[in-house]
Every structure is written in structure tokens, then in C-alpha cells.
């Protein structure tokens, strides 16, 4: 626990020299948002105002993560694709009717870039927009041997958030059209973040 709020302490006391730009449209509705593992930290840090609802890991780094967001005015909800994956959902999807809700869909695993179904399914369940969100920081350590290429902006970068045109997912897709649709996420996202060079 003490470790988790020094990290929390040290990010929040780094987070308070960046600058932030954003092009498009912060929601204003409940919504999913859906943003790469490796670029999450500065979305997180972009997003607080709105005290959105945050999937984390329920790993031990996944606890470091978490105390961050609660300090961050995040409701956190624990566990991933790989543990507690099904219960989580639902909390998503039950948080989605009121609130924005935030996950990171190829986390926390990898493979990096590869879209899962979280996203997708809670924004069509809970019948809510999917907005696709990725950053571009002017300054940042790029940690090359992490497996999403985890990226820590430095003391006073400027963050420029990318925020998508929000996507509806029709609530009578079925398998195969939500397999198509992630897809076609997973490739916008890839675009949007090439396009900014994170």
C-alpha cells in the first residue's frame, strides 16, 4: 500500500507539468473509451476531470494503477480478460449508463495493439458510443522492452489528445458482426496512433 501512493504521489506531482491539447471533442455523455496500453498513462491523466470509471487489472501492478486513478477521481473496477474478466464487464456495462467508462483492450497482456472484445461488447450492451482515444507526447521515455512500449511523458511535455468521431455499435450485432467490428476498431486505433506517432 505505501508503495502504491509514493508511485501515485511521484505521477501525479510529474502529471502536474504537462500541458494538454486536445483535438476533438472530450464527452460530454456516457460513452466507452477504448485507447492503447501503452499510451494510457497520459489519456488517464487527460480524462480525470470527467471522474470516469476505469478497468484495471487485478494484478499487483494492476493495484499500482489503481490507487493512481482513485487518486485521479476514478471509480476503479478490477480484472481483465484473464481474471475476473466476466463479472468486470458487467460492472462496465452497469457503470456505462451513467458514467464514462475507460478501457485499455489490449491490456493487460498483449499482445500489443490487438483489440479484445471488452470494449466493443460494453458499449453495445450498455448501449452507449465507443470512442476511440490516443495521444502524442512532445516529450517521453519510451520504455522499448516493456511489451506495449509503455510511454512516461517527461517533466513539462505537452500532451495532445486525439479523441475519434464516436462510433454506435448497432445492439443487434451478433458474433460475427462484433468480431468485424472490432476489427475495424482495432484498425481506426492503429491509424489514429500512427498518425500521431505514438
Known amino acids: 500500500m ?7 504521489f511521484i505521477i501525479r506531482v510529474l502529471a502536474r507539468t504537462w500541458s494538454l491539447d486536445v483535438q476533438g471533442q472530450l464527452p460530454m455523455q456516457p460513452c466507452v473509451v477504448a485507447f492503447w496500453h501503452g499510451s494510457m498513462l497520459p489519456i488517464w491523466w487527460a480524462f480525470r476531470g470527467l471522474r470516469p470509471t476505469a478497468m484495471v487489472s487485478a494484478s499487483r501492478d494492476g493495484a499500482l494503477l489503481a490507487q493512481l486513478l482513485q487518486d485521479w477521481n476514478y471509480r476503479t473496477v478490477r480484472g ?8 468486470a464487464l458487467s460492472d462496465l456495462v452497469r457503470a456505462a449508463h451513467d458514467h464514462v467508462v475507460m ?8 499482445p500489443a495493439q490487438v483489440m479484445k472484445p471488452g470494449a466493443v461488447v460494453a458499449a453495445q450492451r450498455a448501449g ?8 502524442r507526447v512532445s516529450r517521453a521515455r519510451i520504455f522499448e522492452r516493456s511489451w506495449d512500449r509503455f ?21 443487434d450485432a ?4 462484433v468480431d468485424g ?18
Open 128 to 135: 452507449v458510443p465507443l470512442l476511440l482515444v490516443t495521444a
Open 151 to 171: 510511454a512516461l511523458p517527461l517533466p513539462f511535455a505537452t500532451v495532445t489528445l486525439v479523441i475519434d468521431t464516436p462510433l454506435t455499435i448497432p445492439p
Open 80 to 87: 481483465s480478460s484473464s481474471q475476473g474478466g466476466s463479472a
Open 103 to 110: 478501457i485499455t483492450p489490449d491490456g493487460p497482456r498483449g
Open 174 to 177: 451478433d458474433r460475427d458482426a
Open 2 to 8: 505505501f508503495r502504491a501512493r509514493l508511485v501515485s
Open 181 to 198: 467490428i472490432m476489427a475495424q476498431c482495432e484498425q481506426r486505433l492503429r491509424a489514429i496512433t500512427d498518425d500521431v506517432g505514438v
